[in-house]
């Protein structure tokens, strides 16, 4: 039996990633899979709380740093772009044909600042971004739903 969610498309997909989550967090509690389980509700809520130190390499993003007038800051990004999207998958489907805007931290918006010399607002992470995160999450539900099934022989 093959199960393939990866020809899906976030905004046209009449059966989104979140929900195929939450039906491989079901199918693998019933299969008595406590870590498939766990991952699916983590990807679906976020890597927040004792979670973001966990966060896997295939959600790292680029983000984009902007000043108060809404422009990209040049030269930011290639030195401190690198962002982990600790996100949920729903909250990240919403976002998908827009992109993300970040409030970041006081402390790294001072930081970036400086690097800068002027003034850091916020972050924002692009659509092709987020839909590279939802490409890895949808490979790796696919992965883990295979590992599950049972051996048709």
């Known amino acids: 039996m ?8 976030a905004e046209t997909s009449p ?3 979140s929900d195929a989550l939450t039906q491989l967090e079901q199918f693998a509690k019933f299969q008595g899979d406590e ?3 766990q991952w699916a509700m983590i990807e679906l809520e976020g890597y927040l709380g004792k979670h973001a130190n966990n966060c896997p390499d295939y959600r790292t993003v680029t983000l984009n740093y902007f000043d108060a007038s809404g422009q990209v800051i040049p030269g930011l990004k290639e030195d401190y772009g690198s962002w982990s999207l600790l996100h949920g998958v729903r909250k990240l489907e919403m976002h998908a044909k827009n992109g993300l805007t970040l409030k970041l931290p006081a402390e790294v918006e001072d930081f970036l600042s400086q690097a800068c010399n002027g003034k850091v607002y916020g972050g924002h992470v692009p659509p092709n971004q987020i839909e590279v995160v939802l490409e890895a999450i949808r490979t ?8 599950l099934m049972p051996d048709p022989s």
């Open 140 to 147: 790796e539900v696919t992965a883990k739903l295979q590992k």
């Open 15 to 17: 059966h989104p990633l």
């Open 35 to 37: 870590e498939t389980s």
């Open 2 to 9: 093959q199960f393939s969610i990866e020809d899906q498309d």
